[in-house]
């Protein structure tokens, strides 16, 4: 088998991976906000096939949201909001984490993993968070009672990022591990 082959195959397997995890823990909640163990195999298939892969990766993570399990509430709030949120930043997320263990992986391949893998999620957050303002402000300010601004940053930042970091980087020497014996 050729290796563009074994690309488009490794590339399949790890989007099946991303629907499989979005399917079966998509619904989980901490503190009000979903928590997306999908950015591991996002992280791991951007390291493996290149920084493409890692945004067709987080694309289909932000489909597979977007079908599996739809964030309801911002929806109904802002449907075409909702869509360009979701994939720009599933997208993002897998763009810069295999890009950063693209140029980073050359000095050392740990340190290139804990950087994608920390990068991953931030983006994620990050740039849901700039949805939420664009996007969704108002209806964050009634569901809240008008303290938008402190829900989103306690909520959205500091609940989801720090379990979807501490996800991302206790596994992230797994996550090494996993890549070395792929590429073998």
Known sequence: MNSKTK????????????????????????????????????????AMYGWQAGALLGLVSGIAILTI??????????????I???????????????LAYHFIRKYSNFWAVVT??????????????????????????????GDAF???MTVFVGVNILVELGINVVLAPTIARLIKVGKQ
């Open 7 to 46: 690309n488009m195959v490794g590339i399949g397997l790890f989007c099946a991976i991303v629907l499989v995890l979005q399917y079966i823990f998509g619904n989980i909640t901490v503190g009000g906000t979903s928590i997306n163990p999908v950015l591991v195999p996002v992280v791991v298939g951007a």
């Open 116 to 145: 994608a893998a920390v990068l991953c999620p931030l983006v994620n957050t990050g740039i849901f968070v700039a949805g939420c303002y664009i996007f969704f402000l108002p209806g964050i300010a009634t569901l809240t009672q």
């Open 150 to 152: 402190t829900f989103i």
């Open 84 to 98: 360009l949120t979701v994939l720009v930043k599933g997208t993002a997320s897998g763009l810069v984490a295999g």
């Open 69 to 82: 399990t739809p964030p309801q509430l911002f929806l109904g709030w802002n449907i075409v909001g909702t």
